[in-house]
């Protein structure tokens, strides 16, 4: 049984060293206000293509790090599917090594499913995407993959507590190039790669918790996007195919983003 610190899995990032430590030299205020200003009208442009898209769907690689008291940060990688149609329906799997989850909202009613144990709970949210956001997250501690981008205010979202803003120029993610942008705020910092062109939409999240030792980190790799008439026709509503048995939301176990050979406390280990 491993004991965490505590995993963060909504922002959680690796210190990196390098051989040489270059010291990196900031540009004058008055070159650092207009790159805030590129910043956020890009950080603004790709919510907005991201809140007019009716339907889009993408693949994804994420790495959530977590922390054990002997302060060694060990990565869990686990890989998935969302679709997500406006403005109430979200289809999204994970698998992950310990996990094949699988979850279905078609407006009304959430349904989680682990594959691997042919069990699934369902409950009722009605409401938004932005709700069941919140919802995930706040109440049922399951937060969507890449939650910060799906909802129709992500920008919002993004930009609340934010006291650094740095434009990094361009970076390539998947053979994509990207324009790369940094952030902070009191607890986390945070980058994202925006795909260039017309379609702006996210192709990397990292988010760096400040708070931990270690700074452990949770990133989401964006690749095959889709928008519009390119997504293919989604069923949001769930079917049990596989007889799978219905349990309490509390009762289906090992499909959150720790296996459950971990044992997470807050502040230090027992």
Not at 39 to 57: G, I, P, T, V
Not at 139 to 144: G, W
Not at 149 to 168: C, F, H, Q, R
Not at 190 to 218: A, F
């Amino acid at each position: 049984m491993f004991n965490l610190t505590h995993p963060l899995a909504q922002m959680p990032a690796r210190k990196l060293i390098a051989v040489g430590v270059a010291s990196v030299l900031m540009l004058g205020s008055s070159a650092a206000s207009a790159d805030e200003e590129d910043a956020k009208r890009l950080l603004k442009a790709m919510s907005d293509y991201m809140s007019s898209q009716n339907a889009f769907s993408f693949d994804y690689d994420a790495m959530l790090e977590v922390v054990t008291p002997e302060e060694q940060v060990i990565g869990l990688a686990s890989s998935g599917k969302v679709t997500v149609n406006r403005p109430n329906k979200v289809h999204a799997s994970r698998s992950g090594g310990f996990a094949d989850a699988e979850l279905n909202f078609d407006g009304k009613t959430l349904t989680l499913l682990g594959k691997n144990l042919n069990a699934y709970t369902q409950v009722e949210i009605p409401g938004t995407i932005n709700h069941l956001i919140h919802e995930l997250r706040d109440t049922y501690n399951r937060p969507l993959p890449a939650a910060d981008l799906l909802g129709s205010d992500s920008y919002d979202v993004l930009m609340e507590n934010v006291t650094d803003i740095k434009d990094l120029g361009s970076g390539v993610i998947g053979g994509v190039e990207c324009d790369s942008l940094a952030f902070r705020t009191d607890e986390v910092d945070w980058q994202i790669w925006i795909s260039q062109g017309d379609e702006p939409y996210p192709c990397r999240y990292v988010i760096t918790t400040k708070l931990l030792s270690g700074s452990p980190q949770y990133s989401v790799e964006v690749r095959n996007w889709k928008s519009g008439s390119e997504v293919a026709k989604t069923d949001f509503g769930f079917k049990n195919t596989t007889d799978a048995k219905m349990v309490k939301f509390e009762d289906l176990k090992g499909t959150g983003d720790l296996p459950e050979i971990f044992n997470v406390v807050d502040g230090e280990s027992e």
